[in-house]
């Protein structure tokens, strides 16, 4: 298995419970599919950058994995699909 980061930032007005919610789902959907969460790390909201359809403020997650890489396509898709998730990025970690 290969070692990802997964950081994802949701939108800040989402309700406690929907971000739990979104964390746990993709949590789940690594286990799933054969992988292994090694730690999932909630930074809170933070001002972004620049505006994302017209919001400045977003709660970013860090969730570091080991998974087979046929996972990586899968779990892009479904936070493409999600209405509360602003942007995320997927990189392979080193050893």
């Known amino acids: 298995m290969t070692k990802y980061e997964m950081l994802y930032i949701l939108t800040a007005e989402s309700t406690d419970e929907v971000k739990e919610g979104i964390i746990a789902k993709f949590e789940q959907l690594v286990k799933d599919n054969g992988g292994e969460v090694e730690s ?3 930074w809170g909201v933070k001002k972004l950058a ?7 403020e ?20 479904v936070a493409g699909i999600n209405e509360n ?3 995320r990025l997927i990189t392979k970690r080193n050893a």
């Open 40 to 42: 999932i790390d909630k």
């Open 50 to 56: 620049y505006a994302i359809d017209y919001k400045t």
């Open 58 to 77: 977003g709660y970013y997650v860090l969730m570091t994995f080991q998974s087979e890489p046929t996972l990586i396509a899968e779990l892009d898709r």
């Open 85 to 87: 998730v602003l942007r």
